[in-house]
């Protein structure tokens, strides 16, 4: 039956995909997808890796967003709870859990929830029409096989977009498979994220694609070092994600024109990648630190970067209990905090009976 069941999961995520791999879903990166959240971190250890990494494997549910391959043993039984808080009045809530059956084998549970707050609302003539809310959530369900040093995941999910009470659905899935070295500590990961279709737009608009992606890459602990170092390339279905602005202000030429942006080869590559350290100060401790090229490329300001892709967090797991926080900076006006809290139930209630 576990056969069976990740068969089940892994099809359904197979068909999304082959959907999203259409004419329509090779635009430009950046404007013209649809769900966009989607590719937001969930959790504070994803974000602190650079919000991209499809192969740090541990006991952290919110790594099945990243990479439904990750699912594993040391999850079972784990629940975790994360919160967001971005600029102004936007804040993102995740919960996630893991659990092991006889029947279906392992599976994971998640859910993730953003809210935008409270718009106001005018007509043609700017009358006000008081306030109206604007949210967005998805709902899934992971499933993962595991066979020699390889585990092979799923992970289905619907994703909805609701503004003032008008809704738009989404049928998304998430596949991957990780790799885990037999007596080293490294592991590299593969992963096709957002895959799927939007099959009920908003009323009097069109479908639009899913921002689909595809991530590799390989974490690695040297050993007698303290230190986990992770790599992942993401939008590799994609080479240029390279964004000109036309109202860049670039040298003049000799008749007093200005020079067009022009493209570069070694920066286009670089947006396509994370990096990220983990400094291991024993099991219940970690500092960790990410950065983040396209981002920061994206969301620098014209005279100063302010720090745009970095970010930072810590791990520590204290009585049962492991928090996370990150501090991701968006760009000088503002950053994210990323809050974590992870328990794991089935020793929780062991220890009441």
Same mark, same amino acid.
């Given at each position: 039956?576990?056969?069976?069941?990740?068969?089940?999961?892994?099809?359904?995520?197979?068909?999304?995909?082959?959907?999203?791999?259409?004419?329509?879903?090779?635009?430009?990166?950046?404007?013209?997808?649809?769900?966009?959240?989607?590719?937001?971190?969930?959790?504070?250890?994803?974000?602190?890796?650079?919000?991209?990494?499809?192969?740090?494997?541990?006991?952290?549910?919110?790594?099945?967003?990243?990479?439904?391959?990750?699912?594993?043993?040391?999850?079972?039984?784990?629940?975790?709870?994360?919160?967001?808080?971005?600029?102004?009045?936007?804040?993102?809530?995740?919960?996630?859990?893991?659990?092991?059956?006889?029947?279906?084998?392992?599976?994971?549970?998640?859910?993730?929830?953003?809210?935008?707050?409270?718009?106001?609302?005018?007509?043609?003539?700017?009358?006000?029409?008081?306030?109206?809310?604007?949210?967005?959530?998805?709902?899934?369900?992971?499933?993962?096989?595991?066979?020699?040093?390889?585990?092979?995941?799923?992970?289905?999910?619907?994703?909805?977009?609701?503004?003032?009470?008008?809704?738009?659905?989404?049928?998304?899935?998430?596949?991957?498979?990780?790799?885990?070295?037999?007596?080293?500590?490294?592991?590299?990961?593969?992963?096709?994220?957002?895959?799927?279709?939007?099959?009920?737009?908003?009323?009097?608009?069109?479908?639009?694609?899913?921002?689909?992606?595809?991530?590799?890459?390989?974490?690695?602990?040297?050993?007698?070092?303290?230190?986990?170092?992770?790599?992942?390339?993401?939008?590799?279905?994609?080479?240029?994600?390279?964004?000109?602005?036309?109202? !860049? $202000?670039?040298? %003049?030429?000799?008749?007093? @024109?200005?020079?067009?942006? #022009?493209? /570069? =080869? +070694?920066?286009? &590559?670089?947006?396509?990648?994370?990096?990220?350290?983990?400094?291991?100060?024993?099991?219940?401790?970690?500092?960790?630190?990410?950065?983040?090229?396209? !981002? $920061?490329?994206? %969301?620098?300001?014209?005279? @100063?970067?302010?720090?745009? #892709?970095? /970010? =930072? +967090?810590?791990? &520590?797991?204290?009585?049962?209990?492991?928090?996370?926080?990150?501090?991701?900076?968006?760009?000088?006006?503002?950053?994210?905090?990323?809050?974590?809290?992870? $328990?794991?139930?089935?020793?929780?209630?062991?220890?009441?009976?």
């Amino acid at each position: 039956m576990k056969h069976f069941c990740a068969g089940r999961v892994a099809g359904l995520g197979l068909f999304w995909m082959a959907t999203a791999l259409s004419p329509a879903a090779a635009q430009q990166l950046g404007g013209g997808k649809v769900f966009p959240f989607l590719d937001l971190p969930t959790g504070a250890q994803q974000a602190a890796l650079g919000g991209h990494n499809v192969s740090n494997r541990n006991d952290d549910p919110t790594m099945l967003f990243a990479n439904p391959a990750l699912l594993n043993a040391d999850m079972d039984g784990r629940l975790a709870l994360s919160y967001v808080s971005y600029l102004a009045d936007i804040k993102q809530s995740t919960a996630a859990y893991v659990f092991n059956t006889q029947k279906y084998g392992r599976l994971g549970v998640g859910i993730t929830y953003l809210n935008y707050g409270s718009l106001e609302s005018y007509d043609a003539a700017g009358n006000s029409l008081g306030t109206f809310g604007v949210n967005e959530y998805t709902l899934g369900v992971s499933d993962s096989y595991t066979t020699g040093n390889y585990t092979f995941g799923a992970t289905t999910k619907l994703a909805v977009s609701s503004i003032a009470g008008n809704r738009s659905f989404a049928g998304v899935a998430d596949v991957g498979v990780v790799f885990k070295h037999p007596t080293q500590d490294f592991t590299a990961g593969l992963a096709v994220k957002n895959a799927g279709l939007q099959f009920s737009p908003y009323p009097g608009t069109r479908r639009g694609p899913l921002p689909l992606d595809v991530q590799l890459g390989a974490t690695i602990k040297p050993e007698h070092m303290p230190l986990r170092f992770s790599l992942t390339a993401h939008h590799l279905h994609q080479w240029d994600i390279q964004y000109l602005d036309p109202n !860049q $202000r670039t040298p %003049l030429n000799a008749d007093t @024109t200005r020079k067009q942006p #022009g493209r /570069s =080869f +070694g920066d286009n &590559l670089a947006r396509h990648f994370t990096v990220s350290a983990a400094l291991v100060l024993g099991k219940g401790l970690q500092l960790r630190a990410g950065y983040n090229h396209l !981002q $920061r490329r994206e %969301l620098r300001l014209e005279n @100063t970067g302010g720090g745009a #892709g970095l /970010s =930072f +967090g810590v791990m &520590l797991k204290l009585a049962g209990f492991q928090i996370d926080y990150t501090h991701a900076t968006l760009q000088a006006a503002g950053s994210s905090e990323y809050f974590t809290l992870a $328990r794991n139930l089935d020793s929780l209630f062991k220890k009441k009976e």
